[in-house]
């Protein structure tokens, strides 16, 4: 039986996990990984001094998260997401592709040196209701 | 924004002895475009004077027989359609001149260039690793006298060939301007053959893809929540029916905070609330445990409190414990009856009483007894006993 929770515990949760990425993380675009062995950076855009705002139904909307216009660039194509603290401590480690992923991304999943990439809103959801 | 020629603009200049080299488009360029003009000139005269916002990209010469160079520039708003270039001397050229779209901002990347005496195949010489991939590959290759290209090499494009005019064909030189998207980001050196062996002159200048704007947005949703395994914190394990059976049990180990209650019968041999704490355990059974062997017992190390407010039936009922220390809020009751050969309260605390019917065994403790004892007996060590009871 699939476990399920209270909106309040779902708030809780979700808040628990934005708040863990502090004062002035970054979104980073990178090649493929995972969590423990995150992928080469392609783009870096900094998030808000507070990166989300309170959960809602549990779910957490990001603040503004500023463009980078002028990205690191690879010539493979950039597969993982981290939000990670100022410092680089990975608090969440995602998919990003060109439909149906976590972040989902047009102009094609290559990202050359100089490009801008911009991310126009992302939620985050701990658990499941 | 993938890269294109707007082939409609390609132009050429094919000139006898000048020192002007004009390029004229067909249509007013497009703000934003790259233009590219290639050109090579008989003699060795210099550039002295290139169009407003012209850049030279890559040069190329042989001394006093051939020269060349190419040039570029991001067309501007109400770009001229007309770029000309002046050399220090009057000499005959030919060149060729192109528009391209998706061009970066700052488009030069990298460029060479290289020449060569009576040889059939032209080279541009290395680029060396480009910058990313993609780019766009401009190849300017010139020969003296009026040859033709027989290959170009590595499936370049010609974009246009020009011949200076005037003279002897001897005097004049033959322009080539061709081009190639390279794919991947390493060092590439294109090649052409022209039909006689000749004086020649080559150069490249590649140019950077137009910086793409990728837009993202993101749901990001955790793992659908499992719980599984073993929890080691403030495990409560409550029955509020009835266990019926030999061998009913509720029984298990936590760390702390354990709170066993079973407020309905445990009924048949073998019922038994048993486990072990750390701390603060609180065993508490408000129902009847009947039948030989009902148990409940257990372990800790400080604070237990025991309480059996039903009737322990049977023969081998049994209430028992120990505590280590500070104890002294230890009280273990039993306020029904034990019935049965070998009813027993046995425990040791500093201070604690033990009010019950029975057999009672104790060591060390001040017991007060308030129950009927109908040919039993007492044993005590140590300590005094209040005996309200009769006998």
Redesign the interface.
Known sequence: M????STAARNA?TDA?TALIGVSGNLK?RLAGNIGAPGTVV?TLPLSEDAFGDASSGTATANAITSDTNAA?N?SEVAN?TLETSGGTVV?H?A?GASG????????L???????????????????A | MAITELTAQRNSVGAGQSTTVTFNYPNTPTQGNLLVAGFCWRGDVTVTGAPSGWNLAASTGNGTNIDGAIYYKIAGSSEPTAAQFTLSGSQKASGVASEWSGI?ATPLDKANGSSGVAGITLNTGATGTL????ELVINLFSSRDTVNFTVFGQSQSTIGTAQSTGGTTASRNTTVLAAQVAN??TSVDYTAQIDSAQTWVAAVATF??A????????????Q????AGIATHRAKHTISGTLSGQGSQLSGVSERYRHHDASGNLVASGSNISGDVARYRSHESNADLIGQGSVVDGVAVRYRSYHADGDLVGQGALLSGDADRSDSVAIHSAAGDLFGQGSSISGRSRNGEIVASGIIVATYQTQSINATLPHHEISATYESYTIQATI
Do not use: F, P
């Open positions: 699939a476990v399920t929770h949760a996990v675009l783009a660039g010539a997401a969440i995602c990003v992923s976590d972040i989902n991304m047009t102009g094609g290559t990202i050359a040196a100089g490009d801008t990439v911009e991310v126009s809103s992302l939620t985050y959801t701990a658990l499941s | 970066h910058s990313q991939a993609n991947a980001a950077k893809q910086a793409v704007t990728h837009a993202a947005s993101g749901s990001l949703a955790g659908v929540a499992v719980v």
